[in-house]
């Protein structure tokens, strides 16, 4: 009944009911290839590719959006320049590359903290 | 005063029609929103692109939202519409903004701010909630009518609410599969709420056939559920809801998606900032601004209207927008402003208060199931942004003294997430109430501080 | 937090940290009776909402020997209180943009040496290398090793609820509407008239001390002012100490600390409207923006973080920058302890135990002479009066 339409991956979470006449486009998801249709928002992109949107702080798990309204604010991701995205009020534009862990180059852990958590002093 | 400088928040059916109002009035006002279209939620557009008729999109609703879309394209040259821009703090008499895209800001001076920010679904947590896979019944709908997609391949509706039978029948109608629609709420509505229903006999009938065609689609309906869990692993996320049915039974049901909604909260970030006067209504068991019969708020200057001050649906969003613009223009002393007002204030009110009674019929029939707060297990996660459970609530009373929900906030950090108190706020009331075994108006409500959503840290100053 | 008792050897007014320290030493190291008035909620006001800091560099050379002491006691906080107050002693550093302020820091290490303060001086490089977050215009930066930041949301209610276990006697809601002195003892008579007596007041009121100093005669120059505080989503943990700008230029002056949970707290810059008698402070959105610029300059990093709130607060500032610390200069038994010109949060463990040594024994050995209220009895007249 619902079979895998283009720009589905078999591993996605969303399924595609109608509207997939459209142009696919090309863009990266943590570093490897994806496709996805024009119009398509990042956060529809992000879950016929794959089946999470980004892991919580707190140890509880993957998140996979939850309000598709820009309420929520739990699928925030991040282009590889670092700029924050909204995936679900974000469109899809071709040969974006995007995380869905915070780029570690951009909130680098400081030399100090990582010799601590190595039980090691700084110096 | 002849240019009144007015600005509207929100391009959904009561900032649509207020603008509308303005323009026709002769004001041409600045219409902020947060998205790239306008159309609010309920009539959101698709992106452009898309194929499917308004007639698939919206059903039953499908001439108003089509006249609603049609009338705001006409409005755009005699406004000033900032797309994609979130108003994230205002003071008195200037409203502030943020393009996104770009970071630019703005402070808007303002002689009247219509406030139309609408509203999002009210959740309940459910044990297992957080996890990947649920989303809310908004969602739901917004992923078919917005993206033509299905939330999974097996979905469960969960909830109360005409919204709950809508989504799940149009995901039927576009070929999802949907294992079960669970309502929280019994059978027989009461005849106060029937009173109330037969407000709006069409919509009434609309959500009988609605449900009709559920069961004909051989969909699992059931009233009177209590919800137990929601079955997922931290990986792979959800794969069942379990809930205790009418008889005391535990039931099971398989699924790669749940939608949940207990119909609305009012987004009253802004009438909050605007230092206005809330009440705590009894009937929907939530805190609502203040207003009058035309919309304006206790804070001079600052008017109200749609799903943001009182859930009235798309219908009364659009009647309660025009109204509260005319009023805005009456009390600026406008002279074509006022003469649209007098002329167009009892019936516009009447449109309303049908509505209102509507309302009170749908609260109960359908109620929040605010009791289900007090007995949620200790460790069912209340607040999902920052994981914070129910135990660490009732904490926050029985060992740390707190008997109000701010006090809650401050010892236990509910409230305190990304999503700043939208999707546990009613919540963490009911459960700071029961611990502390003082009635829920009693207990305070969560105060909202700017900004009124995340704003990125690279947003520039103006000049 | 109820209780029927009336008379206590002690009464204090004003339920934030200088209060519920006090009020725990006095319980705990001397052992007398102790009742606490406090208009709304404990630690609700200027000791809640700051932002917890604790450092001793860059105070006033007068205030290390308290500051010292202080940090003596959030060592071992938690024990203390049998709580977690999130102290985290990973350091207090002070950057600067100019070669001028650099001098400046480096001479506040030579100054505090001699006072028990051992700081380290950093050049750019050697920031780069152990922190490696900051922009080109840091030029250097001195840190205090084992300063660092707690939670002042949590402290106030924690050191509270300890005095309390402790035998002392906490009433919320409890409005005080005056204080007089009748024969050897104080009265202080609540708004919904219950009236409380001690032979001994201490008045830890914030930014509303000054209208009790002045009905004994003791005129305050002191202005009500709102810390401009925000806080981020939380991040992956990168940062240790509590990280600030040491300039002269006001609006220059940010702070932040990332908290173990990762998100980051800062502050700092330009001051917003306090309205003490309202009760009610403000954050100017302009204030806001203009501080995630500064942000950005020093730590380029911040561009790609959301800010998910903000608060204000409000804090007494006295009109020298000096506190209000000590026995009253007129009246036997009164003691004062407010006015911290929003760097109280460091330093009030330090105020707590200081307070209660005098109260119980009439000296502390600790030097708090600069503090005396009395230094502004010379000037009162030309003073405006402010309550």
């Known amino acids: 009944m619902n079979k895998p339409l283009p720009g589905t991956g078999s591993g996605g979470r969303f399924v595609r009911l109608a509207e997939t006449a459209r142009p696919a486009l090309r863009l990266v998801i943590d570093g490897a290839p994806a496709t996805a249709l024009e119009g398509d928002t990042l956060l529809v992109a992000l879950l016929t590719n794959g089946r999470r949107v980004r892991t919580s702080e707190f140890g509880d798990g993957t998140r996979a959006g939850f309000c598709l309204m820009g309420a929520c604010q739990d699928c925030w991701v991040w282009t590889e320049a670092g700029q924050r995205l909204r995936a679900c009020s974000t469109a899809v534009t071709e040969g974006m590359a995007v995380r869905t862990t915070p780029p570690a180059s951009l909130w680098p852990v400081t030399p100090e903290v990582v010799a601590r958590e190595r039980g090691e002093v700084f110096k | ?463 | 937090m109820s209780d029927t008792q009336h008379r206590s050897d002690v009464l204090i007014v004003g339920g934030g940290l200088m209060g519920t320290t006090t009020a725990l030493f006095l319980r705990r190291h001397h052992g007398l009776s102790v009742t606490l008035l406090e208009r709304e909620l404990i630690g609700r006001q200027a000791s809640g909402t700051n932002f917890g800091n604790v450092r001793r560099q860059g105070r006033d050379l007068a205030q290390i020997p308290l500051a010292n002491r202080a940090r003596a006691v959030w060592g071992r906080v938690n024990e203390l209180l049998g709580e977690d107050l999130e102290f985290a002693p990973l350091g207090h550093l002070r950057v600067c943009y100019t070669e001028a302020q650099a001098a400046k820091l480096e001479q506040h290490v030579r100054d505090v040496q001699p006072l028990g303060l051992d700081l380290q001086m950093f050049s750019a490089d050697a920031l780069r290398k152990r922190w490696g977050i900051f922009s080109d215009a840091v030029v250097a930066g001195s840190l205090s090793p084992v300063d660092g930041h707690a939670n002042p949301r949590l402290a106030g209610p924690a050191f509270g609820r300890a005095a309390q276990r402790a035998g002392a006697h906490i009433h919320e809601h409890s409005e005080v509407a005056h204080i007089e002195r009748v024969g050897s003892e104080f009265v202080a008579h609540t708004v919904d008239g219950r009236q409380y007596r001690a032979a001994q007041l201490l008045v830890t009121t914030g930014a509303w001390s000054a209208r009790f100093a002045q009905a004994f005669g003791e005129a305050v120059p002191l202005d009500a002012r709102g810390p401009q505080m925000g806080v981020t989503e939380p991040l992956p943990y990168a940062i240790g100490p509590s990280i600030g700008v040491s300039t002269p230029i006001e609006e220059e002056g940010l702070y932040f600390r990332q908290i173990a949970r990762g998100n980051i707290v800062f502050g700092g810059g330009l001051k917003g409207p306090a309205l003490a008698d309202a009760v009610r402070a403000y954050v100017k959105p302009d204030n806001t923006l203009r501080q995630l610029r500064e942000l950005r300059r020093f730590v380029p990093a911040f561009a790609n973080v959301q800010l998910i709130r903000v608060w204000s607060g409000i804090e007494g500032y006295t009109g020298d920058w000096v506190p209000v610390m000590g026995p009253s200069a007129r009246v036997p038994g009164l003691h004062y302890a407010f006015g911290f010109n929003g760097e109280g949060f460091a330093i009030s463990p330090g105020v707590g135990e200081v307070m209660a040594e005098l109260i119980a024994t009439g000296r502390t050995s600790t030097p708090i002479a600069d503090f005396a209220i009395g230094r502004f009895a010379a000037a009162v007249q030309d003073q405006p009066i402010t309550t």
């Not at chain 2, 649209?340 to 009892?346: G, H, K, N, R, T």
């Open chain 2, 1 to 463: 005063m002849s240019a009144p400088r007015i600005v509207v928040v929100g391009a959904g059916p009561a900032g649509v029609r207020a603008a509308q109002a303005l323009v026709e009035a002769g004001v041409r006002p600045i219409v902020v929103d947060e998205g790239r279209r306008d159309g609010g939620q309920i009539y959101r557009r698709q992106p452009e692109g898309f194929t499917r008729t308004h007639a698939l999109l919206y059903g039953s609703e499908a001439a108003k939202a089509q006249a609603l879309h049609r009338d705001f394209d006409a409005l755009r040259p005699h406004i000033d519409h900032r797309t994609e821009t979130l108003a994230w703090n205002v003071t008195a008499g200037q409203l502030h903004t943020v393009h996104a895209p770009s970071g630019a800001t703005a402070t808007l001076d303002v002689d009247a701010l219509i406030v139309c920010a609408g509203a999002t679904d009210r959740l309940m947590p459910v044990p297992g909630w957080q996890h990947a896979g649920c989303y809310s019944l908004g969602a739901a709908q917004i992923a078919l009518k917005a993206q033509a997609c299905a939330i999974g391949s097996r979905v469960v509706f969960m909830g109360s609410g005409p919204l709950l039978y809508l989504v799940a029948a149009q995901y039927v109608k576009a070929g999802a599969r949907v294992n079960a629609v669970l309502d929280t709420s019994s059978a027989m509505p009461t005849p106060a709420a029937l009173r109330g229903l037969l407000q709006r006999p069409r919509l009434l009938w609309r959500g009988l056939a609605l449900k009709a065609s559920l069961r004909l689609a051989g969909v699992k309906l059931m009233n009177a559920v209590t919800p137990l869990q929601i079955d997922a692993t931290p990986d792979g996320g959800v794969s069942a809801v379990v809930v205790r049915d009418a008889h005391g039974n535990e039931r099971r049901f398989d699924c790669d998606a749940v939608a949940l909604g207990w119909h609305l909260r009012a987004e009253s970030q802004l009438a909050d900032l605007a230092r206005c006067e809330f009440a705590f209504e009894p009937l929907s068991r939530q805190w609502l601004p203040r207003i009058d019969a035309c919309g304006r708020s206790s804070t001079a200057g600052v008017y109200l209207a749609g799903d943001g001050a009182r859930l009235l649906g798309a219908d009364g969003a659009e009647a309660a927008g025009r109204l509260a613009a005319l009023a805005a223009l009456h009390d600026l002393a406008h002279e074509r402003g006022r003469t649209l007002f007098a002329a167009e204030q009892s019936a516009l009110q009447r449109t309303l208060a049908t509505m209102n009674g509507f309302r009170e019929g749908l609260a109960q029939a359908f109620p929040w199931p605010h009791e289900h707060a007090a007995a949620l297990p200790h460790d069912t996660v209340v607040c999902r942004c920052e994981a914070i459970t129910a135990g660490e609530l009732r904490r926050s009373v029985r060992e740390l003294g707190s008997q109000e929900v701010n006090r809650s906030k401050a010892f236990s950090r509910v409230g305190m997430g990304r999503c700043q108190g939208r999707y546990c706020g009613h919540a963490a009331a009911e459960i700071v109430a029961a611990a502390a075994s003082i009635p829920v108006e009693k207990i305070g409500r969560l105060r909202s501080q700017a900004p009124v959503k995340p704003l990125l840290m690279s947003a520039q100053e103006h000049e």
